[in-house]
């Protein structure tokens, strides 16, 4: 199993960005994708996850962020709007070979490189 993560940068406070997880050796349909964020001097944080049974947000992006999947690229977006300077961080896709959803760092085994988001004037 291997997940890519990419699509970030910097970017003005409001605007938005769409990361990209880009995954092999698993389908979608079974596994449970999920992003994290990492800011500096603090922990590893669950921000939306994926599966065939829905869809989760944490509250600190809740109407801000949209998570979805095309199935035939093998691939997870997350949509991020209205960005705020606390959404700086290094993001992180993960996966899961269940279908429970969950944004626990520590129940994800496949792990991607991160993508770094600066939203910054």
């Known amino acids: 199993v291997q997940l890519q993560a990419s699509g970030g940068g910097l970017v003005q406070p409001g605007g938005s960005l769409r990361l990209s997880c880009a995954a092999s050796g698993l389908a979608l349909d079974y596994y449970a994708i999920g992003w994290f964020r990492q800011a500096p001097g603090k922990e590893r944080e669950g921000v939306s996850c994926?599966?065939?049974?829905?869809?989760y947000y944490a509250d600190s992006v809740e109407g801000r962020v949209t998570i979805s999947r095309d199935n035939a690229k093998n691939t997870v977006y997350l949509q991020m709007n209205s960005l705020k300077p606390e959404d700086t961080a290094v993001y992180y896709c993960?996966?899961?070979?269940?279908?429970?959803?969950?944004?626990?760092?520590?129940?994800?085994?496949?792990w991607g490189q991160g993508t770094l988001v600066t939203v910054s004037s």
């Open positions: 994926l599966s065939g049974r829905g869809t």
């Open positions: 993960a996966g899961r070979s269940t279908v429970f959803l969950s944004v626990r760092p520590n129940e994800y085994a496949y």
